[in-house]
């Protein structure tokens, strides 16, 4: 995306004739996404948590809202409505990326809804697992706010590099989350790291975690049966009681911002409820927090 977004801006600077504007917008579009590639990781104060997020996640609307607008204003001259049409998409990548940097922050911990949970603390050790952990983000700051010292995370991922971007270019995403375990203030036997896919989690015991965590995580699961299995492998290592709190990005004002009509292709809500019903959970509490929304679900206690 980001070498597309520079060769329209370098194409846009450098073709003959055409507004001004339109060559000044397409090279402060490829200046931007060089700028990006050049600089890399970000500097970090010493000890700050390192989310993984890459230059290109947290400023790509910016960069292509400047294209956009450049290709607005070469078109205009031709046929308004088809630069009208371009200077809306420009307004809406914009608005993405204002949106983006918002939640995109370095230090900044995840805002999670207040919802019920974990089990009492008079019943410890409680275990708990984060599908879809990443960087630890979620958990770490529920931990962090967690009265209950012996709550153990178990996190788990594919911790793929190249989805964290240039912040885990250079290092394994498991060494980051051990970076923000630290930052966290979390003692490090609380968190253990296990690679596993969310559709397939062998390995893990059957009704032996308390409650589970899964942020933005399932919603990029490809297909309706692959969210399905994930959600039946959740189910499977809770214990009878035990519950999930799922965030998720759902078609919504918020997600056109921040996808435009791609938004459309998200599973909706009531996808959701159904495929949650079917892998064997009972739906407790809903609502929204920030862009995302969110399920508080329970494995139903056998009779």
Known sequence: TGVAVAAVGAA??????????????????????????????????EGA???GWSYGARNYGWLLGACLLGCAARAGAWWWPCGAALAVLA???????????LWYVDDAWATLPLVDLLP???LPPVRMVDLGAGTGRASLSLLRRCACKTVAVTAVDLFAAEYFGDGARNKDARALLAQNVRA??????????????????????????????????????????????????ACRVLKPGGKLLLLLLVPSPATFLLASFGCLALTSKRQWRELCCEAGFVLLDEGSVNASWFLLLQKPVPN
Do not use: Q, Y
Request: a positive charge.
């Open 12 to 45: 846009l600077a450098l073709a003959p004739g055409g507004p001004a504007v339109a060559r000044c917008l397409g090279l402060a579009g490829a200046l931007g996404v060089l700028r990006g590639a050049v600089a890399g990781g970000r500097g970090r104060r």
């Open 49 to 51: 948590a390192d989310w």
């Open 91 to 101: 307004a809406n990548a914009c608005a993405s990326s204002a949106l983006m940097r």
């Open 120 to 122: 009492p603390p008079t």
């Open 184 to 233: 966290a203030r979390v003692a490090p036997d609380r968190v253990v790291a296990r690679k596993l896919d969310l559709r397939d989690l062998r390995g893990l015991e059957n009704d032996w975690f308390d409650a589970a965590l899964s942020v933005n995580a399932m919603d990029h699961l490809p297909r309706d049966a692959d969210k399905r299995r994930a959600l039946i492998e």
